[in-house]
């Protein structure tokens, strides 16, 4: 895979999570469970939260959105010392701390809270599979939070939206022993989960200019592309397919009547009647992605995208289908088959636009454009807190101190 490649496959949703190492209890506990939270930048419509249990990746987790609550951090003074972080009911009161430890409340506007069902017999087995569990929790979370979003009246959906990690930045996870000689659950450690390209603290690319799309066709194609992005982001593989889908459609559609219109004005009809006929022509085949990309193109203008590139026509031809399933029957695909669309789509549009002689961007920034390696900052002013960025730099250093010499 070349370096244009790798950026162009580059996650957003890329994450490293920062788990120090501990030891067994020596209570002798065979109980352990494992559990993942993070804050929501929206309330939870709904007076005393919403539970439900999901399965995903043979896991079963029980899920908790709500407001109301609370997360309490407590910083021990040595640099050593794990931090806990826990969630608290906002009405109960401050929890007292030990001297020189430091303690902060937060008031979150919506909470998240994830736990495995499943019970594990040792603190090892239970962090065994943290980052499928992380994967499988967090899917779980979006689904669950795209459905309350579909679930509320039109005029208000706005004020609930699924999340990519990359909106969060953050996730606390953790595990849970239960005690056999105090008879209740306790924390054995806490972890968190950061977003890599969230926190970039300078680019790993560089462009010379900003765009100006050459009409409002482009303009909205670029539009519908970002949009699909965004929708692959947030797990949202309908939407993707669609946007992406729609974006190719439009752009063949108008590519069509400029090439077609132009060949007619070489024939000598005027501009406005070479247009008129255009479209007609184009009216009844405007979903036909046969006659966009393949005998409509090559009529109008010796071009075809089956003769040029047989394998994107046909890719682009089985995620047209995959639309129509989407539209008409409600199917949703993998997400390996939404960003394997959207990836073509970017592809079909490059073609059109080269043969119209539009403007577009590139697929890919130049290798001249790249900016070697990357550097990530632990803070985030209008993300994180102070005190999240506090918790942060303390698992930084106890992970750094926990790796082998």
Not at 267 to 281: C, F, N, Q, S, V
Request: aromatic content about 8%; hydrophobic content about 35%.
């Amino acid at each position: 895979m070349n370096q244009s490649d790798m950026h162009f496959n580059f996650k957003p949703n890329a994450r490293v999570t920062l788990q120090p190492n501990v030891n067994e209890p020596t209570c002798g506990s065979t109980r352990f469970r494992w559990f993942t939270h993070f804050a929501l930048p929206y309330p939870i419509p709904s007076k005393s939260g919403i539970r439900e249990i999901r399965r995903k990746l043979d896991y079963d987790f029980q899920i908790d959105l709500a407001c109301g609550v609370d997360r309490h951090i407590t910083l021990p003074p040595s640099e050593n010392a794990i931090p806990v972080v826990s969630l608290t009911n906002r009405k109960q009161h401050d929890i007292a701390s030990e001297d020189g430890t430091d303690s902060y409340r937060e008031e979150l506007q919506g909470m998240a809270y994830c736990l495995d069902t499943r019970e594990y017999p040792s603190l090892k087995d239970c962090l065994s599979e943290q980052e499928d569990k992380l994967t499988a929790s967090f899917q779980c979370c979006q689904e669950m939070i795209h459905s309350l979003q579909k679930s509320l009246p039109y005029t208000v959906n706005w004020s609930v939206f699924p999340l990519s990690f990359y909106d969060c930045g953050s996730i606390y996870c953790g595990v849970d022993h239960y005690c056999p000689n105090l008879n209740k659950w306790v924390r054995v450690v806490d972890g968190m989960s950061v977003c890599i390209p969230r926190r970039l603290l300078y680019p790993t690319f560089v462009i010379s200019e900003i765009l100006t799309p050459p009409n409002e066709v482009m303009d909205l194609c670029n539009e519908l592309l970002c949009e699909s992005h965004v929708a692959l982001m947030r797990d949202l593989p309908r939407s993707a397919v669609i946007h992406a889908c729609t974006a190719v459609e439009m752009l063949a559609n108008h590519t069509y009547v400029f090439l077609r219109s132009q060949q007619l004005q070489d024939k000598g009809l005027p501009l406005d009647d070479a247009r008129e006929i255009a479209d007609d022509e184009r009216r009844s085949k405007r979903t036909d992605e046969r006659f966009l990309l393949h005998k409509g193109l090559k009529k109008a203008a010796g071009v075809s995208l089956l003769e040029d590139d047989k394998a994107l026509y046909d890719d682009f031809g089985k995620y047209k289908q995959s639309r129509h399933k989407i539209a008409h029957a409600g199917v949703s695909p993998v997400m390996d088959d939404a960003r394997a669309c959207y990836a073509c789509a970017c592809r079909v549009i490059t073609w059109l636009c080269q043969k119209s002689n539009i403007s577009h961007p590139a697929l890919s920034p130049d290798v001249v454009s790249y900016i070697p390696g990357f550097t990530v900052t632990p803070g985030e002013t209008y993300r994180l807190s102070d005190h999240e960025t506090k918790v942060l730099a303390r698992f930084l250093t106890i992970c750094s101190n926990n790796e082998p010499k």
